[in-house]
């Protein structure tokens, strides 16, 4: 199995720490969501859409690109997100903004705390300090290892 993760990272590269970690995999190829709107990603069976959380929701470059890509008839489609509070369901929110045919391909998703010194946060030194970390690493690893197992 193959897999491509778009991905959006802006605040720490939080995100790309994680995205860059997955692409150490043989069989995972990384995409900024620029670098993914000049790509052909017809020769993936796996997507993957990964970004921050933003005022509880993923960031809007990812879900305009994925609103506007098309799955192929097999290809299955992943989240990753990294997150202070996992309080919502981001995924879901994330699936329904981006349409009907990616949630029938929807596989599941990896998510990790990521560093954030975001308003009242950063008066403080920042909230999840350090993530994502060494095992949040490693657990990003082993997630996608078993997906494009
Ligand atoms: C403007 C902004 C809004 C955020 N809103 C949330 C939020 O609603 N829920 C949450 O859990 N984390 C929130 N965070 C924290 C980020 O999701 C977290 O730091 C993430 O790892 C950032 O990823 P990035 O470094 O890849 O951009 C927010 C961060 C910023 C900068």
């Known amino acids: 199995m193959k897999a491509a993760i778009v991905y959006q990272s802006v605040h720490h590269k939080n995100t ?3 995205v860059e970690a997955m692409g150490e995999n043989p069989n995972v190829d990384i995409y900024t969501v620029a670098e ?4 052909d990603l017809s ?3 796996l997507i993957g859409m990964a970004s ?3 005022g509880a929701s993923m960031h809007k470059a ?3 690109f994925f ?3 098309t799955l192929g008839e097999n290809q299955k489609l992943f989240i990753v997100l990294t997150y202070t509070v996992h309080y919502a369901n981001f995924e879901a929110k994330a699936l329904k903004t981006v349409g009907a045919d990616k949630q029938e391909k929807y596989i599941g998703s990896f998510g990790c705390k ?3 010194t975001f308003g009242p946060f950063g008066w403080f030194g920042g909230a999840a300090k350090g993530h994502p970390d060494d095992k949040d690493v490693e657990n990003a690893k082993a997630y996608i290892a078993g997906l494009v197992k």
């Open 36 to 39: 993914a709107k000049e790509a």
């Open 52 to 54: 921050g959380v933003y």
């Open 16 to 18: 790309q720490k994680i």
């Open 67 to 69: 609103s506007d890509f």
């Open 43 to 45: 020769g993936y069976d």
């Open 62 to 64: 990812i879900l305009d």
């Open 114 to 116: 990521g560093f954030n």
